[in-house]
């Protein structure tokens, strides 16, 4: 195995165990103790909890931004794409759900753990690049209505991010692949030009 | 070459915003030594002939049943472009039709009515040109030199850079970093205020007007003037699609740009986040 494979493979199991317990509470030895790891040998991965954090964050963000570009890259309108970002959000949540906890319970919960090396865009540009396309093409393409960026994309996020959430708490009363129809409905009623 | 290349220069739809911007050369009266200027509308030569000439320079856009010294100008035109062994469409009027009308090889970006003769043709736009530029060309024909032109006949010499180069603003430009009002020597204009430098080919932030100065460098964005979409509307407005500016710097694909945007933003220069004359050295030693 490469020692690019095995820091993926550290950080999946990171990822599931930083998402579970949360960042404080998750050890390097806990870490390694998962990956059957000393864990002098982890430090030759990765320098430090934070360092593992960061760099699992610009991984996920490549990962998503990578499934978006394909989207983009479709010959498709500008409705037909939001419906299939939504799919490939919620169809994430429900077969990687540490992907969105992780997101939502470390990252967007503990901004001191990133405020060094990861301000603003730095670690999630590759999934922002995306959106930012995706947008800037709509309104190109006269599909989209001309708008504040982070109009839009608070909007188009915050809403399926909650959704997501809302989903991992039990709270609600569909499974979640059945929001999707009325989910990107709205999303594109209120982002339509 | 001849040692004193003969010149028509002829004023078609146009301002004389090109005469005038050339004829306040400070160097003008080389230009007398080395050229014979036969007719030019607004200084004492003689009544227009048609006639032989090694250069005719035409200012200004061609237009249909437009009359023009007792001619129709198009007609004009002709004549005297048979007669001529090189042309130069001088502004952006001339090249592309600009404010006015059609250009010669092109209207717009689409092939004009001397396309077909566009071997004759060295194409400088500009509103107005710069001095330097007309003479540049000048001097490369009198010398029976070549002179590399790109695919809109420009030379190359000149419009391969863009006026984005050479720009005093580039640094604000590189951390995306804005100007908030016109007139500050502080902040770039290429985000909010409409700036066009990263995409226009000209050498203005290179060769100076007036020896001195250039639109972006006194805190007035470039308005694209050497390119056939001049002139735009909203010449103060950045246009943008959802925050997105709707034209990036030229040779990088937008998801490039964006990428690197997004990160020289998130990177906050403090330095250059406060008027210059505010920086002391402590920064510099922090930095460090």
Same mark, same amino acid.
């Given at each position: 195995?490469?020692?690019?494979?095995?820091? $993926?493979?550290?950080?999946?199991?990171?990822?599931?165990?930083?998402?579970?317990?949360?960042?404080?509470?998750?050890?390097?030895?806990?870490?390694?103790?998962?990956?059957?790891?000393?864990?002098?040998?982890?430090?030759?991965y990765?320098?430090?909890?934070?360092?593992?954090?960061?760099?699992?964050?610009?991984?996920?963000?490549?990962?998503?931004?990578?499934?978006?570009?394909?989207?983009?890259?479709?010959?498709?309108?500008?409705?037909?794409?939001?419906?299939?970002?939504?799919?490939?959000?919620?169809?994430?949540?429900?077969?990687?759900?540490?992907?969105?906890?992780?997101?939502?319970?470390?990252?967007?919960?503990?901004?001191?753990?990133?405020?060094?090396?990861?301000?603003?865009?730095?670690?999630?540009?590759?999934?922002?690049?995306?959106?930012?396309?995706?947008? $800037?093409?709509?309104v190109?393409?006269?599909?989209?209505?001309?708008?504040?960026f982070?109009?839009?994309?608070?909007?188009?996020?915050?809403?399926?991010?909650?959704?997501?959430?809302?989903?991992?708490?039990?709270?609600?009363?569909?499974?979640?692949?059945?929001?999707?129809?009325?989910?990107?409905?709205?999303?594109?009623?209120?982002?339509?030009? | 070459?001849?040692?004193?290349?003969?010149?028509?220069? *002829?004023d078609?739809?146009?301002?004389?915003?090109?005469?005038?911007?050339?004829?306040?050369?400070?160097? *003008?009266?080389?230009?007398?030594?080395?050229?014979?200027?036969?007719?030019?509308?607004?200084?004492?030569?003689?009544?227009?002939?048609?006639?032989?000439?090694?250069? %005719? #320079?035409?200012?200004?856009? %061609?237009?249909?049943?437009?009359?023009r010294?007792?001619?129709d100008?198009n007609?004009? #035109?002709?004549?005297?472009?048979?007669?001529? /062994?090189?042309?130069?469409?001088?502004?952006?009027?001339?090249?592309?039709?600009?404010?006015?009308?059609?250009?010669?090889?092109?209207?717009?970006?689409?092939?004009?009515?001397?396309?077909?003769?566009?071997?004759?043709?060295?194409?400088?736009?500009g509103?107005?040109?710069?001095p330097?530029?007309?003479?540049?060309?000048?001097?490369?024909?009198?010398?029976?030199?070549? *002179?590399?032109?790109?695919?809109?006949?420009?030379?190359?010499?000149?419009?391969?850079?863009?006026?984005?180069?050479?720009?005093?603003?580039?640094?604000?430009?590189?951390?995306?970093?804005?100007?908030?009002?016109?007139?500050?020597?502080e902040?770039?204009?290429?985000?909010?205020?409409?700036?066009?430098?990263?995409?226009?080919?000209?050498?203005? =932030?290179?060769?100076?007007? =007036? /020896?001195?100065?250039?639109?972006?460098?006194?805190?007035?964005?470039?308005?694209?003037?050497?390119?056939?979409?001049?002139?735009?509307?909203?010449?103060?407005?950045?246009?943008?699609?959802?925050?997105?500016?709707? =034209?990036?710097?030229?040779?990088?694909?937008?998801?490039?740009?964006?990428?690197?945007?997004?990160?020289?933003?998130?990177? *906050?220069?403090?330095?250059?986040?406060?008027? %210059?004359?505010e920086?002391? =050295?402590?920064?510099?030693?922090?930095?460090?």
């Open positions: 195995m490469s020692k690019e494979e095995k820091k $993926e493979q550290i950080m999946q199991t990171a990822l599931s165990l930083f998402a579970k317990q949360g960042f404080y509470s998750t050890t390097i030895a806990d870490i390694a103790r998962e990956m059957g790891m000393s864990v002098g040998n982890m430090y030759n990765f320098p430090s909890k934070e360092s593992l954090a960061k760099e699992l964050l610009i991984y996920t963000s490549k990962k998503f931004g990578d499934e978006i570009r394909k989207i983009n890259e479709m010959d498709i309108s500008s409705k037909e794409k939001i419906k299939k970002i939504v799919e490939l959000y919620f169809k994430k949540a429900v077969e990687e759900p540490e992907l969105v906890d992780y997101f939502m319970r470390v990252y967007l919960s503990n901004k001191e753990i990133f405020n060094n090396g990861c301000e603003g865009m730095l670690c999630v540009s590759a999934f922002v690049t995306e959106i930012m396309i995706f947008f $800037e093409e709509g190109r393409k006269k599909e989209l209505k001309n708008q504040d982070f109009a839009a994309f608070g909007l188009f996020m915050g809403y399926i991010g909650g959704l997501a959430f809302l989903n991992r708490e039990n709270i609600l009363g569909k499974p979640l692949e059945e929001y999707i129809e009325p989910v990107s409905e709205n999303i594109y009623n209120a982002l339509k030009a | 070459m001849l040692l004193k290349p003969k010149i028509i220069w *002829i078609a739809v146009g301002c004389n915003g090109c005469s005038h911007s050339f004829f306040n050369k400070p160097e *003008i009266s080389s230009f007398f030594e080395n050229f014979e200027l036969l007719y030019h509308p607004l200084l004492y030569t003689e009544d227009l002939k048609i006639q032989e000439c090694d250069v %005719l #320079i035409v200012e200004g856009a %061609l237009k249909a049943n437009f009359s010294l007792g001619y100008l007609s004009l #035109i002709t004549e005297l472009f048979l007669k001529a /062994e090189k042309i130069i469409a001088l502004g952006t009027c001339a090249v592309y039709g600009g404010i006015f009308g059609n250009g010669l090889m092109f209207e717009k970006e689409q092939k004009g009515k001397f396309y077909k003769c566009r071997d004759k043709i060295i194409n400088i736009p509103c107005p040109i710069h330097e530029w007309l003479s540049y060309v000048l001097d490369m024909i009198r010398l029976d030199r070549y *002179i590399p032109l790109d695919e809109f006949n420009r030379p190359l010499e000149i419009f391969t850079y863009t006026s984005h180069m050479g720009c005093t603003r580039n640094e604000y430009f590189e951390w995306k970093i804005d100007a908030e009002n016109f007139g500050t020597k902040g770039c204009l290429f985000y909010y205020q409409g700036c066009q430098g990263p995409f226009t080919h000209s050498s203005c =932030n290179k060769i100076l007007w =007036n /020896e001195v100065n250039s639109k972006p460098r006194a805190g007035t964005p470039c308005f694209g003037c050497t390119e056939a979409s001049f002139p735009k509307k909203n010449l103060f407005k950045t246009e943008t699609f959802m925050g997105i500016p709707a =034209n990036i710097p030229l040779g990088v694909s937008k998801r490039a740009y964006l990428t690197l945007s997004g990160i020289a933003k998130s990177l *906050i220069n403090d330095r250059l986040n406060k008027k %210059l004359i920086c002391k =050295n402590e920064n510099n030693k922090k930095n460090n």
